[in-house]
């Protein structure tokens, strides 16, 4: 698949068909994840793939009902991907925590690669970290930083809307047009 068409065409998928990801597909997934840039090339992350009906209801809770995410973890989706990291394992740098940056970039890499297999996913920030943390048995030293559902969605939203570039991008100074 080309690059730029996932990342142009990948989107947060919060309705999943009930089939199951086949093995193959996890492992290329994970793989692409695995490659990610990190702070000293530490690799603070870790992943927990969920299938387990109790362990999944358990994830569920720890998300609002009024988030738009829940049903997927809870009622659809066959997998979910808890996103952990550990942040004495990566570095800061006046005040700034690269730890999340680690675990974001390594998602990113995660959910494009779901993409290209034609899987969705949805980062959810917005759950219960106490109640993730139970779910799964996940140390006190680890953040829970992401959920996501892993699985086939079934649909494909269209391209959302961004900002234009000239919103966004500056030539040499701050707010001088590119
Ligand atoms: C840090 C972060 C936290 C997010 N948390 C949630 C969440 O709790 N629930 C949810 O439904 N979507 C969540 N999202 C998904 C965003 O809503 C979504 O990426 C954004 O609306 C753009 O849509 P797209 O991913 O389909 O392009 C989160 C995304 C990011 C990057």
Same mark, same amino acid.
């Given at each position: ?10 989107r ?29 090339n ?26 738009? +995410?829940?049903? #997927?973890?809870?009622?659809? !989706?066959p997998?979910? =991907? $808890? ?8 570095? *800061? ?7 999340l ?7 990113q ?6 993409y ?15 109640? +993730?943390?139970? #779910?799964?048995?996940?140390? !006190?030293?680890?953040? =829970? $930083?992401?959920?996501?559902?892993l699985?086939?969605?079934? *649909? ?23």
């Amino acid at each position: 698949m080309d690059l730029y068409q996932a990342l142009r065409d990948r989107r947060s998928i919060r309705k999943y068909k009930p089939d199951p990801v086949p093995e193959e597909k996890l492992t290329r997934i994970l793989d692409a994840a695995r490659m990610a840039p990190s702070w000293s090339n530490l690799q603070c992350w870790k992943f927990i793939i969920v299938r387990d009906p109790h362990r999944k209801k358990i994830l569920a809770d720890s998300i609002p009902g009024t988030n738009p +995410a829940a049903r #997927a973890v809870g009622k659809t !989706a066959p997998a979910v =991907v $808890v996103l952990c990291a550990d942040p004495r394992a990566s570095g *800061n740098h006046d005040g700034k925590d690269y730890y999340l940056l680690d675990a974001g970039l390594a998602m990113q890499q995660l959910m494009l690669a779901a993409y290209a297999e034609g899987l969705g996913t949805c980062w959810i920030a917005w759950f219960d970290e106490a109640k +993730a943390r139970a #779910a799964c048995d996940i140390p !006190a030293e680890y953040r =829970v $930083v992401a959920l996501s559902p892993l699985g086939v969605p079934v *649909n494909q939203p269209s391209t959302r809307l961004r900002k234009e570039i000239s919103e966004i991008v500056y030539k040499e100074e701050w707010g001088k047009p590119l």
